[in-house]
Nanobody
């Protein structure tokens, strides 16, 4: 059974940057698409970005040009580089691999 562990969340000022990491245990890293979702208080969970096994990426319109998703096979790790953060980016961010979800990491953008 694969297991996902996110890290890298925290409190950052508007305009700042954070990099989220998601380490994948198990043997699925190289055979499934992966992605990041987020859920803000009182809102539905929404797609942030996805990346295929071939490296093809897809982003929500709200983060295009600011966020970058990448995967490092040697480290079995998925990343989300978040730049120019806005208060509306505040949410719990979840990593996914196929149908498996991580526990989430909180990102708060506030001055």
């Amino acid at each position: 059974q694969a297991h996902l562990v996110e890290s890298g969340g925290g409190l950052v000022q508007p305009g700042g940057s954070l990099r989220l990491s998601c380490v994948v245990s198990g043997s699925i890293f190289s055979i499934v698409a992966m992605g990041w979702y987020r859920q803000a208080p009182g809102k539905q969970r929404e797609l942030v970005a996805t990346i295929s096994v071939f490296g093809d990426t897809n982003y929500a319109d709200s983060v295009k040009g600011r966020f970058t998703i990448s995967r490092e096979s040697a480290q079995n790790t998925l990343y989300l580089q978040m730049n120019s953060l806005k208060p509306e980016d505040t949410a719990v961010y979840y990593c996914t691999a196929g149908t498996i979800w991580g526990q989430g990491t909180q990102v708060t953008v506030s001055s």
